[in-house]
């Protein structure tokens, strides 16, 4: 209740303009329980930012357990599509730049990172037959094309299945067999 509260106050105002007192407002909270919680305003967006690595991890679990190799990738790009389409996401991600050169926010963020490029090098590695450590490329790769999917929809939506075509001309380009469907 209070980081969706505090999610949503970041997208609507930016970090700098978000207050605690909104944030408490929002939530329907009293000041005493938000900070409680959350001592400071940077201990709410990280929070929320450790509540969306724990959204992103429990994603992946799901698609593992009904994917293996190529599809499990695909179903992540399909996943993340979904993901950018949330009505706060633009809002949130430019309150996160404000503040991303601040080590609790560099430390979350590289946290969620490192979990998509071991899931993405690990079902490459299953989907080529090839050990692990040489997929780290490829797997990197496919993260950048996240990366620019999800800085081109703050401008505008991604639209349906685009990312999940794009990763598949990417893998297509570096020469990687597809699932035929």
Known sequence: MILDAAAAEFAASGYAAATTASIH?????????????????????????????????????????????????????????????????????RAIGDVERLEPVRESLAAETAAIDDFLTQYLAQALDADPARCTGQARAIRWLFDGAAADALAAPVPTGLLVDAVRALLRGMGVPLPRF
């Open 25 to 93: 407002r929002r939530a329907g909270v009293s000041s005493g329980t938000l900070f409680h919680y959350f001592p400071t305003k940077l201990d709410l967006l990280v929070g929320v930012l450790e509540a969306g690595r724990s959204e992103t991890e429990r994603a992946l679990a799901e698609i593992t357990e009904r994917a293996a190799g190529m599809d499990a990738v695909l179903a992540y790009a399909a996943h993340l599509e979904a993901e950018l389409a949330d009505e706060l996401y633009p809002g949130l991600v």
